[in-house]
């Protein structure tokens, strides 16, 4: 019977290591964002790879990616756009304010495509982490039955 029980333990252990081990996790630094699926680091790429099976999920992080990389252009852009400016007084020649304007301009469409951006990365994220779940709860549902015969009773469970 002692031995019954562990081999019951490590199929419990097993099951619940399998549900928690395929979340994904987002974290942002200086350089981007950071994926992570356990211990585990992922590229945008592997990200899309790994969820292309749920449209939901798949759909919002494409739509993530696209929004990160124009807010990407259009921040360096307008960023660089500022500056040349703000350089040109510092050396004591005549700057040009218009590329300023159009600097902040560009600035301006980036920050909501990155808030965006973070929003859809997030949702896509969250839906892919409950499909993950919802879908492993409908994949194994052990069925327990009693039997007995003339050595005893017994407990089955079937997957």
């Known amino acids: 019977m002692p031995k019954f029980k562990h081999h019951l333990l490590l199929l419990l252990v097993l099951i619940s290591s399998l549900g928690f081990s395929q979340d994904i996790s987002v974290s942002q630094n200086f350089w981007g964002y950071e994926f992570k699926q356990g211990d585990q680091e992922l590229s945008w790429s592997e990200l899309l790879e790994e969820t292309e099976v749920y449209p939901e999920s798949y759909d919002l992080i494409k739509r993530a990616q696209s929004q990160n990389t124009l807010s990407s252009i259009f921040g360096f852009a307008g960023g660089a756009l500022v500056g040349i400016p703000i350089g040109q007084t510092i050396s004591s020649a005549d700057p040009n304010w218009v590329l300023a304007i159009v600097g902040g301009a560009l600035i301006t469409v980036a920050v909501p495509l990155t808030s965006s951006s973070k929003r859809n990365l997030e949702d896509g994220v969250s839906r892919y982490n409950s ?13 327990v039955s009693l039997i007995g015969n003339a050595n005893g009773l017994g407990i089955t469970l079937r997957f």
């Not at 499909?131 to 069925?143: D, F, G, H, N, Y």
């Open 131 to 143: 499909s993950t779940k919802t879908s492993l709860r409908k994949e194994i549902q052990p069925e």
